[in-house]
């Protein structure tokens, strides 16, 4: 039973295409955060959405664009993909906004050439 | 503003004790958090101190100081599985947004 799943694991794409990454969380937990890892292994927050209502949105170029359908998912738009957005990316889900410590999901290695 | 600082890399020996540092300055504090990250998995949980004092869960220790803005990870008989990257992070605000150094990456040999 995976709690915070991710699809895909692994996505190899051109430049200038656009992809999705899927998070799903069967915790019952109703905050969820895309984070991005990169080359030199530092996390940062993207994003964030609470009961499907956006509640972090940290500097990132507007052709990223989360969608949350409902508060157990947390999908990552993003177009005209770029060299530097080569990177892991993580979905994370917690229980309420003010409670502490999160559930990673596994992981997507996004890959532009 | 928030910072957070830990070494890059560490090596220790199996069976030895290491301890990783981290020291950390924000504005406002609601805890830090220790969590694992083996290399191509997510950041796993370890430990998660408020107040001062030394948090004891099996191999693994947790210590905090706010008054120092310090803490650290305290891993006791080491083994080779716990060759990892070890990420501190503290909360920022009120909604629950974490705030993570670039990690340490332990290496343990035989």
């Given at each position: 039973d995976?709690?915070v ?22 915790l ?35 052709r990223?664009?989360?969608?949350s ?7 990552l ?36 050439v | 503003?928030?910072?957070i ?8 020996t ?13 504005s406002?504090f609601?805890g ?5 990250q083996h ?10 101190n ?7 869960k ?11 803005g ?41």
């Open positions: 995976t709690a799943s991710q699809t895909p694991k692994y996505l190899v794409t051109q430049m200038g295409n656009d992809k999705s990454i899927k998070c799903e969380q069967n019952g937990h109703d905050t969820m955060y895309w984070y991005k890892q990169d080359s030199k292994k530092f996390l940062k927050i993207m994003f964030s959405y609470n009961n499907k209502e956006l509640i972090i949105n940290e500097t990132v170029p507007n990223f664009s989360p969608k359908p409902d508060k157990a998912h947390l999908n738009h993003i177009n005209s993909l770029e060299l530097g957005d080569s990177a892991v990316y993580f979905c994370a889900s917690s229980h309420g906004t003010e409670s502490w410590g999160y559930t990673f999901g596994s992981g997507t290695r996004l890959t532009v | 503003g928030q910072n600082d830990q070494p890059t890399e560490m090596t220790a199996e069976g030895a004790i290491v301890q990783i540092n981290c020291t950390y300055q924000t406002g609601n830090l958090f220790w969590y694992q290399a191509g998995e997510a950041p796993t949980f370890l430990s998660y408020v107040l001062d004092g030394l948090e004891e099996g191999r693994f220790s947790s210590f905090l100081s706010r008054s120092k310090y803490s650290y990870l305290l891993l006791k008989e080491l083994q080779m599985k716990d060759s990892a990257s070890y990420l501190c992070a503290a909360p920022l605000g009120g909604y629950n947004k974490l705030i993570f150094g670039a990690g340490t990456r332990l290496a343990v040999h035989p």
